[in-house]
């Protein structure tokens, strides 16, 4: 990692490129050691590009806005949130996430994260 580069900067290029429906990023962001507390089956760069896979499969129009960041030595947190239409359903979502990254050599080395899921009247806003 560079001198100048925090770790979220690395954490929000990373959701950024999946939010566009790069999840080859998981190939040059993750470290070849990656894996998550939070999803257990996200053990290496694979299966995080999966998981990404998996989880956009039905989100349509989906957005993202960073509500705060911290970052101390080689951790970052981002906390954001996101909203998307549902592909099958047509139904407005929105969620609030929480992500911790541990970072080595410029790349997403661990993962911990929390969702929290708003009010259907806040999916709008």
């Known amino acids: 990692m560079s001198n100048d580069q925090k770790p979220t900067d690395i ?3 990373f959701y950024e490129e999946v939010l566009i429906g790069n999840f ?9 050691e990656y894996h998550s507390h939070t999803e257990k089956s996200e053990v290496d760069p694979e299966t995080l ?9 039905s989100m349509q129009d989906l957005s993202r806005k ?3 960041e911290f970052n ?9 949130r996101y909203w998307w239409t549902d592909s099958n359903t047509k139904e407005r979502h929105s ?3 929480s992500d911790i990254y541990r970072v080595r050599d410029g790349k997403l080395l ?5 969702l929290q899921f708003d009010d259907p009247v806040e999916a709008t806003a």
């Open 11 to 13: 954490i929000n290029r």
């Open 24 to 32: 080859d990023i998981a190939y040059e962001l993750a470290d070849p």
């Open 72 to 80: 101390d030595q080689d951790t970052g947190i981002v906390v954001h």
């Open 95 to 97: 969620l609030r996430s």
């Open 110 to 114: 661990e993962h911990w994260g929390m």
């Open 66 to 68: 960073v509500l705060f």
């Open 49 to 57: 590009k999966t998981s990404c896979e998996r989880m956009m499969e």
